[in-house]
Every structure is written in structure tokens, then in C-alpha cells.
């Protein structure tokens, strides 16, 4: 687990030029974009260069020559090629792009016309439109070393325009990232709409979209928003219609799990072109806490489910892949197939899994999951391994 944000100290604090800032080294901007001010960390032993936007430090001793932000402890982790976010008066930070990081993600909003029984992040209904130009400044901060990144929400095309305009920016000043779209799939149902996502978005792009039942009622009732099916459905040939990157996510939980193999057969007979599918474990966070009885399903109880869902779909050609799942509770036939999937910043491995020989190459566990874990979880020793992923 990676914390992200902090409170934060000030010296020579006066009003700056923006909010987001990227990190370089006290002796140069190397492997930065020129697009976003610099914000210089100063190291032990290192003299402070002048005319830097802003100066970063852990030690509270420390003063830069302008503007200084002290980072609390759990901060101490920023460097070279990290993105901050820094409130304006100087109080706050957070970390909108870690630089080692597997994962990062942009929330362009928390607005969304979905209201999953499952959701991770509960829509709400404030204005929050400043959140997609703040995407635009953390794009422009990213180091030239950046090379994937997310947008998530909410739904991220609630704001159309907005939308259009970010992925704009992205493809005129970083046309060479791998962009990754969650969406529910429903704008795209515009046939217009799918058109101009494909000539804003950068060539290497690709949409998430959640699928999560074979037909109209179960998706509808999961995502509590009735006709989203059927939107969804058209979102997606009208985005396979102009060539676009799609991802199909099903997220496995009590309400589909009886008809997982339904949903498999239905994407395989009517939606075979898509790039892959991702059969996903739950986050219990979010909405998902109060609907536990409705939505929680212990994976090792369903993995023959689970494989068998994933064999129709291998076996019909569609690249599958296993998300947000233990390794000890798959099926070893699964295990070429699952995904470190999970953000840095809220994973974790519980200390039983400290012996795993298959440890460094398994998803682990939500830390947003609290203690709503398999039960089944356990070590899989050395002499216990006879395939492990990717060695299939």
C-alpha cells in the first residue's frame, strides 16, 4: 500500500501559477516534458538550484530559495517523475502520478447516471467539471518515462465535451500513451459520439466496459439504471464500428454468478471481436459494503465457475484475463491468466502469504477490502508450484 496524500508544512509560501506540479531532481529536469512547472525535491547534501516553480522536502529544516513545501512521513516516498497535486495554500498534496507505480489512474469525475450495487466509488452529484481540467495539467506534468495511464470516474463521458477535449489535449501533447478508458459503454451508444472518441483518442487506446449479465433485467438491476443493457450493447458495436480498443469487464458477485457461463456464451457468440475480457473479483469498499449480502461471493466457492466461464471464452478465441484474484483460490488452469491487476496504492498481502513461493507474482489483496477476504486464502509452498502464471 502506497499513501497518496498528506498534510503539509510551508516555508516562503506565496500564491503559485498552479496545482499540479511535476517532481524532477535538484540537478536538472531530465526525462521531463517541458509542458507543466517543476516542482524541485531537495536531497541530503544537494544545493538548491535557483527559479524553480516550487521546492519539495522531508525535513522541515530545509529551505529551498522560493516557495517550500515540507511532505509529512508517509510522503517521503515522492521522487524523480512523480505528479503532485498541491492545495492552494499549501496544506495539503496528493500524489496524482507515481512514477514506479504498475497502475496509475486520472478521476476525471465522480458523477455517473450508474448506481452499481457494487461500486467501489459512490457517485455524487456535485458539480466536479474542474477535475477534467485538472486531468489536462497532470497530463502535461507526466515524465517522458510515463507510458500508460487510466481515466476512471464516475462515468468519464458524463461530461462529453470535457471528455473530448482531454483526450484531445493527450493525443496533441502525448500521442505516444497507452490510454485506458473506464466507462459504462452507454455515451458511445451514439453512434456521432463513438465517431469523434475514435479521432480524439490516441491510437493506442482502449475502453473498459462493464458487462455483467446476458440480459437486460440482471444488468440492469446490478447497475440499477434501467435500458443500460441495452445502451451498453450499442456503445460497444458502435466502438468495434470505427476500429476502437474494447474490454469487456464482468465483475463476479453473488446477483451474476449463477449465470456466468451465460454471460461468457453471450460474448463469445455476439461479441467475439473485442481485444479482451476481464473476469474480475470484487472490491468490498464503496457501495459494496452495505449491499455485502446481495453482492459478496467467496472466489474459492466459485472457481468452477470461474474456469468454466473462462474456457467458453478461451475456447471461442477471446483473450480472457483474471482479475483482482488470489492465486491460491484459482484453479491452476487459470493461473496463465491471472493479472497483477490491483492499484499499488490499496494493495497489499496478508501476512499468512508472507511463505507463498508464488507471492511477487500474485494480484494480492484490496487494503479498501478490509477484512472481507476469502477465508480459503493460504501459502503455496515450493514444492506445491507446478505451474505458475505466464508459464503456461
Known amino acids: 500500500m502506497i499513501p497518496l496524500t498528506g498534510r503539509t ?29 517543476a516542482a524541485v525535491l531537495l536531497r541530503d547534501g544537494e544545493a538548491a538550484v535557483d527559479g524553480a516553480d516550487l521546492y519539495l522536502t522531508t525535513d522541515p529544516g530545509v529551505v529551498g530559495p522560493g516557495p517550500t513545501l515540507v511532505l509529512p512521513v508517509q510522503l517521503a516516498h515522492v521522487t524523480h517523475g512523480d505528479v503532485l497535486v ?13 512514477a514506479t507505480a504498475r497502475h496509475n489512474s486520472i478521476l476525471l469525475t465522480e458523477r455517473c447516471d450508474h448506481y452499481c450495487l457494487m461500486c467501489s466509488q459512490p457517485p455524487k ?24 495511464v487510466s481515466l476512471t470516474g464516475g462515468e468519464p463521458s458524463i461530461d462529453p465535451e470535457r471528455f473530448l477535449g482531454l483526450l484531445e489535449h493527450i493525443t496533441a501533447i502525448r500521442p505516444d500513451l497507452s490510454l485506458h478508458v473506464l466507462s459504462n459503454g452507454r455515451r458511445f451508444a451514439d453512434p456521432l459520439f463513438a465517431a469523434a ?15 455483467y449479465a446476458a440480459e437486460p433485467a440482471l444488468h440492469d438491476y446490478i447497475v440499477q439504471a434501467p435500458g443500460a443493457f441495452n445502451e451498453t450493447l450499442k456503445g460497444i458495436v458502435n466502438l468495434a464500428a470505427v476500429g476502437a480498443g474494447i474490454e469487456i469487464r464482468v465483475v463476479v458477485q453473488r446477483a ?14 455476439n461479441l467475439p471481436f473485442v481485444d479482451q475480457v476481464a473476469l474480475m473479483g470484487l472490491e468490498m469498499t464503496g457501495l459494496a459494503k452495505p449491499n455485502a449480502a446481495l453482492v459478496w461471493a467467496d472466489p474459492a466457492e466459485y472457481r468452477d465457475e470461474l474456469r468454466d466461464a473462462y474456457v467458453i471464452l478461451r475456447d471461442a478465441g477471446v483473450e480472457t484475463r483474471i482479475y483482482n484474484h488470489q492465486l491460491c483460490v484459482l484453479d491452476r488452469a487459470l493461473w496463465p491468466a491471472a493479472v497483477q491487476s490491483i492499484s499499488d496504492w490499496k494493495n497489499t498481502y496478508p501476512e499468512s502469504c508472507d ?38
Not at 12 to 29: H, I, M, S
Not at 131 to 145: D, E, H, K
Open 9 to 37: 508544512t510551508t516555508h516562503a509560501w506565496r500564491p503559485l501559477a498552479t496545482d499540479v506540479y511535476g517532481v524532477t531532481a535538484v540537478t536538472g529536469q531530465a526525462g521531463r516534458r517541458s509542458y507543466a512547472p
Open 86 to 98: 498541491v492545495s492552494a495554500d499549501g496544506s495539503r498534496a496528493q500524489v496524482a502520478w507515481k
Open 125 to 148: 452529484e456535485a458539480d466536479d467539471s474542474g477535475l477534467y481540467g485538472r486531468a489536462q495539467r497532470i497530463i502535461s506534468a507526466l515524465p517522458a518515462t510515463a507510458s500508460a
Open 197 to 211: 472518441y475514435r479521432e480524439a483518442a490516441p491510437s493506442d487506446s482502449m475502453v473498459g466496459i462493464p458487462l
Open 256 to 269: 451474476n454468478l449463477p449465470a456466468l457461463s451465460e454471460v461468457a456464451r453471450f460474448i463469445a457468440r
Open 355 to 392: 511463505p507463498c513461493a508464488v507471492k511477487s507474482r500474485c494480484a494480492g489483496v484490496f487494503t479498501t477490502s478490509g477484512s472481507r477476504l476469502s477465508p480459503s486464502l493460504h501459502p503455496i509452498l515450493t514444492g506445491d508450484v507446478d505451474e505458475a502464471p505466464g508459464q503456461r
